[in-house]
């Protein structure tokens, strides 16, 4: 196996557990724009978004309002102030073995770059709120790479920014079938899907999932060449 020499990790799922804010912010941004709990409007623009999760946030509003970009951009905001609001309420709090998986890949000399769907003006309250400075190389949002998931775009940029020689070192973890593609797509040596987010095995599978993973704690295992300790790889 080709050595990894970039790690690009998701966050909402992935590394960060904001899976229940992060639908409230969903719920409370359509809300605003009309479609309320209880109707069967509310339950299609819900199930979009799960199916969406991964996206842009405003590609996935742009999904639930195809014919207004004026509604699609108040849901966004909405979503935005809804979703900046609970992390100062309430903060953001890492997922188990997070924060070690994080060093044991910095010891290894991977180089480590968060990708989201969120907004740069999100993700900088996000990195504010973890202070994760000195554990990661990048950290990127659509508008940094031109397209996000399921486009292959951020991996790429992040090969690109961090010099990295071939994508076939860069391995890519998340918690939705987007994420797998995104990786597949770029070229990435391993999509490690990890079951504590949205998406179950078989959409990460169906995604292009080259493994599994109970959680980001076990990438680093993966990574640095141990695969037999991981009995949910797929092989």
Known sequence: ?????????????????????????????????????????????????????????????????????????????????????????SGLVPLPGTVEALDKLRAADIKIALITGFSRGTLGRVLAALGWDDKLNLALCPEDAGRGRPYPNLVLTAVLKLGIEDVRQVAVAGDSDNDMLCARRAGAGIAAGVLTGVHSRERLLSGGATHILDSIADFPTLLLGHPHALPTAVR
Do not use: W
């Open 1 to 89: 196996m080709t050595p990894v020499r970039l790690a690009c990790l998701d966050l909402a799922g992935t590394t960060i557990g904001d899976i229940a804010m992060v639908e409230r912010a969903f719920a409370e941004a359509i809300a605003t724009q009309g479609i309320v709990p209880g109707t069967s409007a509310y339950a299609r623009a819900m199930v979009h978004v799960h199916r969406s999760r991964g996206c842009p946030k405003i590609d996935i509003f742009r999904g639930i309002f195809p014919d207004n970009e004026a509604q699609a951009q108040a849901a966004n905001l909405t979503f935005e102030r809804s979703y900046e609001g609970a992390i100062e309420r």
